[in-house]
């Protein structure tokens, strides 16, 4: 049952993990799309931010982006 109000971004469970720190930093890239509780329903509950894992890869991506490099791949 838990896998499913993670998935749904259950508002209790979300609250109950929330209530076991101070502060959420998100380091995964990779799950920054999902609204789950254990990200977003986290993230709601107390102050939060992104990690350095995270910044870099923005970094990255927007100097790839930015290139004016020719094909594009």
């Not at 499913?4 to 259950?10: A, L, V």
């Not at 890239?29 to 509780?37: E, I, K, L, V």
């Not at 102050?47 to 990255?60: D, R, Y």
Request: include cysteine.
């Amino acid at each position: 049952m838990r896998g499913k109000k993670e998935s749904t971004c259950d508002e209790e469970l979300s609250r109950y993990w929330a209530s076991l720190g101070d502060i959420y930093v998100n380091d995964a890239y990779g799950t920054s799309h999902r609204s789950h509780a254990s990200n977003v329903g986290i993230a709601k509950q107390i102050p939060n931010a992104i990690g350095l894992l995270i910044e870099k890869e923005i970094t990255k991506l927007d100097e790839i982006m930015n290139e004016n490099t020719n094909p594009f791949i």
